[in-house]
């Protein structure tokens, strides 16, 4: 495990197995997966730990993470299996824990876990429920 951005929270595991293009697939108002053909499609990200491969697309993407986040429909956290430049950026500029798992942890996730993330830990993730 690599820790990207700094941070403690707790939440439940939103997962996704599909990348996540912040700028075309979030909407920054609500924090609602707008894209159809998106796995998480009419989901909120809002309060969810966020669990997704990676992100794609353009720089652009930071700023829509940023932008969810002074909207208050942010993830709490975000967990990825590769550190792409869009979301490590978005993550540092809006204060938003990330951190980079293998394969094996990204494939023990699952939708509705209560995780609780705290980087300064041993464990830095534990499952609650």
Do not use: W
């Amino acid at each position: 495990m690599k820790i990207l951005v700094k941070g403690k929270v707790e939440g439940i595991v939103l997962k996704s197995n599909m990348p996540i293009n912040f700028l075309g697939t979030v909407d920054k108002k609500t924090g609602i997966i707008s894209d159809k053909n998106h796995e998480l499609f009419n989901k909120s990200i809002k309060n969810s730990i966020l669990v997704f491969p990676s992100g794609v697309g353009s720089s652009v993407g930071a700023y829509t993470i940023y932008s969810i986040k002074t909207n208050n429909t942010a993830p709490s956290a975000m967990i990825c299996q590769k550190a792409d430049l869009t979301v490590a950026s978005g993550c540092a500029l809006s204060d938003i824990p990330l951190v980079i798992v293998s394969d094996e942890e990204f494939a023990s996730f699952q939708n509705g876990q209560r995780i609780s993330l705290d980087t300064e830990s041993k464990n830095p993730i534990s499952i609650i429920q």
